[in-house]
């Protein structure tokens, strides 16, 4: 029989994820035979195993599972090396098999995760195995889950953002609440909030922020006096947790001041003051509409915010549990020298 053909080679490496020198060798010493060359890598593999484990795994994909009454969704990233296996179907069909077992089992960590039992086997030596097969360092970097009365989940086509939501409300509204969910899970995988409400921020976080928007902000209109364009305003603060009912008190009668030395009619004043506050409130809150779920403009209907979206559809709607991963956040991925590794691989 003959041994690796370019064919067979395609094959076994669609089927294994495997690189390519390892199918063209593992075909050449079975003589073609498929199902003998998948588990000589997988036994050459399981050696190489250890090896692999220092390898960069910053591709792969998020994978989610809610349960079937929408009271439960778990998340995970399993990581590869390379977007090659990532797109793999195996390499998918264990992710699916992972986020099941974490749901299944009630694992919501990544340690709780290592340390469980899979199959009848440790899910280090689980994992292991599927190394060996696929050729790949793979990492269960990060897994989670959430309850509520309402749940919901939603994984970007490209596997590469992933939402979980989850919410209380009235019996009769947990239909619809499923669905605003995961429009929610989408509006927030596109504009990234950090936390469900501004309250949720850290104070030192607005404190710092506070000064940079402000700096960003001269920085710009230093440009537009140049350009010889409207300025824009310049806050004060930046996040609703400073405005103080003292602080917006003081505004408003700056601005009453300023309409009475304009020699604005007494009884109007009141209505232009409601106008002016509303945009001042707007300006000094530009953190929340960067960072918090429910002060963003909705992606659905940008006229609303996330929050006024949510009580059209039911004013016993609340927010409780959010989590959104983005794969391979956090990890220091090394740059490869392509045609290096191509006429390495070449010479050998």
Not at 41 to 47: C, Q
Request: charged share 25%.
């Amino acid at each position: 029989m003959a041994g690796a053909t370019p064919k067979l080679i395609k094959e076994l490496r669609a089927m294994t994820g495997a690189g390519m020198l390892d199918c063209k060798n593992a075909l050449n010493e079975t003589e073609g035979d498929l199902d003998k060359a998948v588990q000589n890598l997988r036994e050459a593999g399981l050696g190489k195993a250890a090896k692999k484990a220092g390898n960069v795994a910053a591709e792969g994909v998020i994978a989610v599972k809610v349960n079937a009454d929408n009271t439960q969704a778990t998340m995970l990233e399993l990581n590869a090396q390379t977007d090659f296996v990532a797109k793999n179907e195996n390499f998918l069909n264990l992710t699916q098999e992972i986020v099941s077992h974490a749901q299944e089992n009630g694992i919501t960590d990544a340690d709780a995760l290592a340390a469980s039992s899979i199959n009848g086997v440790e899910f280090n030596e689980f994992l292991n195995g599927k190394i060996a097969t696929i050729g790949e360092n793979l990492v269960a970097r990060k897994v989670t889950s959430i309850t509520g009365d309402v749940v919901n989940a939603y994984v970007h086509t490209n596997g590469r953002v992933g939402v979980l939501l989850a919410a209380t409300c009235d019996e009769a509204a947990k239909e619809k609440t499923s669905a605003l969910l995961k429009s929610l899970c989408m509006h927030a995988s596109a504009m990234k909030p950090t936390v469900i409400a501004y309250t949720d921020l850290d104070p030192a976080f607005v404190e710092s922020e506070n000064k940079a928007i402000v700096a960003e902000i001269e920085a710009e209109n230093d440009e537009l006096v140049r350009l010889k364009k409207p300025l824009k305003n310049i806050p004060q603060f930046v996040s609703r947790s400073q405005l103080t009912q003292s602080a917006v008190e003081t505004e408003k009668e700056s601005m009453k001041a300023a309409l009475i030395a304009q020699g604005k009619p007494e009884k109007i004043i009141d209505n232009i003051i409601k106008g002016q506050i509303a945009r001042w409130i707007d300006d000094n809150c530009q953190l929340d509409s960067r960072f918090a779920l429910l002060s963003q403009a909705y992606v659905m209907d940008d006229k609303k915010t996330v929050e006024e979206a949510i009580a059209d559809v039911d004013a016993s709607i609340k927010l409780t549990s959010y989590i959104r991963f983005e794969l391979g956040e956090g990890i220091e991925k090394k740059e490869e020298d392509f045609a290096a590794e191509v006429a390495a691989q070449m010479a050998k």
